[in-house]
């Protein structure tokens, strides 16, 4: 029988999955035995979502873009008569593997590791999970291994942390093993708080018995009995399903007293972040757990010593915990195969921003910026220029285009000013202007800075006064010396990986498009044509209709026309304030 | 439904069993059953726990989540996330506030819509996005955000209408 499956994670709800799911659920109940239906997370291509997949005998078919009219007829010519919507398949492979549809070469340059069930198992099913081979690896860590045995397995993977300062986790995990205490803890950090970034959202809403199953496995290794898996309070589909799974696996025997006859306990409950961004600094993230306001604390100790409640504590990353059943049950050979000397395995990418084909892609380490932004994410937008990469969101910063044959890895990345980051990878084209862009994620920093150090509190608003300025076409001389100055202080004297990677945004730009900030501070224009305050605005008279909604806006009385004639501004009494843009139906007004 | 989150709500006060570390799921619930954390709540959960009411205030100020303020029956939520920014979110943002007449983190007057900026909703592929309430809206332009936003206002007016006509009726 047809196995059909409707991608339902936040991408495809939020591109209508539900109403798709009703429509093929109510078809099933008219003709009841003609298919089975199930759902599942993100498979990725998020750009072309709603998908609808057709399983049967080792084929798939993914649809995209489906709208109920759609499963209607997915249901009447696939399901019914056998034949494929050639237009509407946007990937396929048969059972002897040959690959079509569309989208093919999206998923040709990766390797799906930590998606290995994404897209393609139920996540609210533990049962798929099992079926895939899940579990088998806990399996085998309890019943197999000694606690060192798994620590060394890790070791020798090169697994490295992906929460984005990318510490080597089986060391991380034999410090936390050598401590002795009464009591330890694990912890998933789940906080994702890159905004612009998905990836772990697209892991706990479309696998997350592969998280469980990682953090059962270090409790294990460490000789810990009790986990806790923080979660942002805005991935409310993500904590559903994690709550199931929790349910599921305690239910299965893979959580709770004596664990597969192994004498081994371990239980995990899910605590709600409650929206800050320092709550992603581990130090911070113990704090909110304990019901405080999350300030991070100096380190030394660290966590393996001193973590959750004082006790010795393993903090790692939803993607860390999600690769380590893979290399339990393939070994640790199998995983380093992939990656860089240095940086061994896959990583999972957001692909956003002004590329073509949007969404989660998963690459061996060492692929380069290029590949990523061409070959997988299909070019930019509107055949648009490619500027730059932004990578690890306000704690990273922009990587030029004319460096894009850089290689993802730990190495590579920071050699350029950026950071790995969690995985956010944002497209930027050529209207993107670098000053707006710095000072963007500063206004973010900044009012998330926790304000217990002064050099964060202070210096980072300092800097965002001074950029601000420069996009306001108020720029000083002197003032790009001064942001660097600054920034480095800042870098040098904060407390947490916040305030110390606050100034990167800014320290990136100025470093690869200083003339950016000079035209914007010596001739007072934007190049980039995007900050408003420095640019000209017009009419466009084949797009303008005349309503004359504008003029009513112009507070400065600056545009004029006849109602029904296409209107004009007058650029000197302009104060550049926008509203004619915001408020034209037609998109008539542009700016130059 | 209210009655079952107040039991909620009280019930979790009630159940509180001196674990530490529940003060931030304690004011979550509070919060889910008023829609805002109220004066009296916050000297409710501080005489069960035993935390002084400075310290509940303290961390209800740290987080972004918490409320102290009602909100309107409509949240808007404009994503200011990286991939939004880069496509037009401020123009979306500026739009929103002009079609409701509001700025950032206000109420409208008649209490029906709330405005806010989120950092990520996580379909940066469908950029710019807003959320009203718990729909998505994406791949937005001033003018759909605007028609979007008028759509809820014609929503509410007609059930206004349809309620007065009820009254008028009952008049009769
Ligand atoms: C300001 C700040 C925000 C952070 N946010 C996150 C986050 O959202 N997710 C995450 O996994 N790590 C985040 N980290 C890194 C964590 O402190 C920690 O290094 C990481 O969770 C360790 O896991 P890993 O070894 O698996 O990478 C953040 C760090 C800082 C300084
Ligand atoms: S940045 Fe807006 S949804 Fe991600």
Known sequence: MKKVIVGMGTCGLSAGAQAVYDKLDEILKEHPGTFSLSHTGCIGMCYREPLVEIRENGCRTIYGEVTPDVSDEIYKEHIVDGKTLSDHVVYSIDSAGDCGGSEADYLELQKRIVLRNCGTCNPESIDEYEAAGGYEALRKSLLKMKPGDIIEEIKNSGLRGRGGAGFPTGLKWSFAAQNESDIKYVVCNA????????????????????????????????????????????????????????????????????????????????????????????????????????????????????????????????????????????????????????????????????????????????????????????????????????????????????????????????????????????????????????????????????????????????????????????????????????????????????????????????RYYRDEYEAHIKEKCCPAGSCTALVDFYIDPEKCTGCTLCVKKCSVEAIAGERKEPHTIDIEKCVRCGQCISSCKFEAVYTK | MAARDSDRFTYRLWRYDGAQGELIPLLQSAQDHFGYIPRRAISYISSVTGIPESDVYGVITFYSQFRLQPMGKYLVRVCAGTACHVSGAKMIIETVQDELGIEVGDTTGDGLFTLNTVACIGCCSLAPVIMVNDETHGRLDPASVRKIIRKYKRAEEETRREESVATCDDET
């Not at chain 1, 929790?246 to 192994?262: E, P, Q, T, V």
């Not at chain 1, 994620?441 to 210096?459: A, H, P, V, W």
């Open chain 1, 191 to 510: 906080d994702e708080g890159d905004p612009g970034a998905f990836m772990d959202r697209s892991v706990l809403e479309g696998d997350p018995h592969s998280v469980l199953e990682g953090m059962i496995i270090c409790g294990r290794a460490i000789g810990a009995s009790s986990g806790y898996i923080y979660c942002r309070a805005e991935y409310p589909l993500a904590i559903h399903r994690l709550t199931i799974a929790i349910d599921a696996a305690r239910a299965k025997g893979y959580l709770g007293k004596n664990i597969l006859g192994s004498g081994f306990d371990f239980d995990l409950k899910i605590k709600q972040g409650a929206g800050a961004f320092v709550c992603g600094e581990e130090t911070a993230l113990f704090a909110s757990i304990e019901g405080k306001r999350g300030m991070p604390r100096i380190r030394p100790p660290f966590p393996a010593e001193k973590g959750l409640w004082g006790k010795p504590t393993n903090n790692n990353n939803v993607e860390t915990y999600a690769n380590i059943p893979w290399i339990i049950a393939n070994g640790s050979e199998a995983y380093a195969a992939f990656g860089t000397e240095k940086s061994k395995g896959t990583k999972v990418f957001a692909l956003a921003g002004k590329v073509v084909r949007g969404g989660l892609a998963e690459v061996p380490m060492g692929t380069t910026i290029h590949d990523l932004v061409f070959k997988i994410g299909g070019g930019i937008k509107q055949g648009k220029g490619f500027k730059a990469v932004q990578m690890g969101g306000p704690s990273g910063g922009c990587i030029p285009a004319a460096m894009d044959e850089t290689q993802v890895d730990f190495e590579s990345i920071p050699a350029t000013g950026a950071i790995m980051g969690s995985g956010g990878l944002v497209v930027l084209d050529e209207t993107a202007c670098m000053v707006e862009i710095a000072r963007f994620f500063l206004d973010f920093t900044q009012s998330e800075s926790c304000g217990r150090c002064t050099f964060c509190r202070i210096g980072t608003r300092r800097m965002l006064e001074i950029l601000t300025r420069i996009s306001m076409g108020e720029g000083q001389s002197g003032d790009i010396e001064k942001l660097v100055e600054f920034g480095e202080q800042v870098r040098e004297a904060s407390l947490c990986g916040l305030g110390q990677s606050a100034p990167n945004p800014a320290l990136t730009t100025i």
